[in-house]
């Protein structure tokens, strides 16, 4: 059984959400996403959210396709994944993503505007569903 905090996060090309649960794996919450600005600036933000909740491991949202294949998105984050271990030396898992944006997107709609400044966009909202469904089936 996994023990600790797990960070997740929803890689993308401009901005990156991020979601945390507590030590039992019970309760999520999405946390502000940040900017990619590259690796490097990338990695020393994770390794930031890493120490300050205290996170024992890291998932990943693995872009595949509708029928299950993995494209140019999922090569991308496949290539990040292994980044992530080197460089952060953290065991870290790759969780199919498949929806949670659109899941994120409806329930972004029916937020108010000031939960969306708190979360800055719905990447966020997005990891806390990998998170999510990450904990169900672990």
């Known amino acids: 059984m996994r023990k600790g905090r797990v ?31 590259g690796h490097r600036d990338l990695l020393s933000r994770l390794r930031s959210a890493v120490r300050e909740h205290h996170v024992s491991h890291i998932v990943v949202g693995m872009p595949l396709n509708m029928d299950g294949s993995a494209g140019e998105a999922a090569r991308r984050v496949e290539r990040f994944i292994q980044l992530v271990r080197t460089e952060l030396g953290m065991p870290s898992t790759a969780v199919d993503e498949r ?12 937020m108010s505007p000031r939960q969306q400044r708190r979360y800055r966009t719905v990447d966020s909202l997005a990891a806390a569903f990998i998170l999510e469904r990450f904990l169900t089936e672990s």
């Open 7 to 37: 960070l997740s996060v929803d890689y993308g090309l401009k901005n990156v959400g991020l979601a945390c649960c507590d030590e039992l794996g019970v309760t999520v919450h999405p946390l502000a996403s940040i900017p990619n600005r």
């Open 99 to 110: 929806l949670s944006t659109v899941e994120a997107s409806e329930m972004w709609r029916e």
